[in-house]
């Protein structure tokens, strides 16, 4: 449902909620003065977000998962080539 802000829900609301829906609907954001300095100092620091550090710890669990499988691989390979050669 789509409306205007600052008009809340209005009259399809019951009574006893209606005057807290026009007082969230007066809220507003305005981020505080210092927030681009702040960002401007984090990228100057090399600061990156939580979710690019996050997705660069799972690029480096599915890697080192990948070389588990090949090294696993190779060995039972070798292994059976090994007792292949032997029997």
Same mark, same amino acid.
């Given at each position: 449902?789509?409306?205007? #802000?600052?008009?809340? *829900? @209005? +009259?399809? =609301?019951?009574?006893? $909620? !209606?005057?807290?829906? %026009?007082?969230?609907?007066?809220? /507003?954001?305005? #981020?505080?003065?210092? *927030? @681009? +300095?702040? =960002?401007?100092?984090? $990228? !100057?620091?090399?600061? %990156?977000?939580?979710?690019?550090? /996050?997705?660069?710890?799972?690029?480096? *669990?599915?890697?080192?998962?990948?070389?588990?499988?090949?090294?696993?691989?190779?060995?039972?390979?070798?292994?059976?080539?090994?007792?292949?050669?032997?029997?």
């Amino acid at each position: 449902m789509i409306h205007s #802000p600052g008009q809340g *829900l @209005g +009259p399809r =609301l019951p009574d006893d $909620v !209606r005057e807290l829906d %026009r007082l969230l609907s007066s809220v /507003r954001f305005a #981020p505080r003065a210092s *927030l @681009g +300095p702040e =960002l401007e100092g984090r $990228v !100057r620091r090399g600061g %990156r977000p939580a979710d690019e550090r /996050r997705r660069r710890l799972w690029q480096i *669990l599915e890697l080192g998962a990948i070389t588990l499988i090949l090294c696993l691989a190779i060995f039972l390979l070798w292994a059976t080539l090994l007792e292949s050669a032997h029997g």
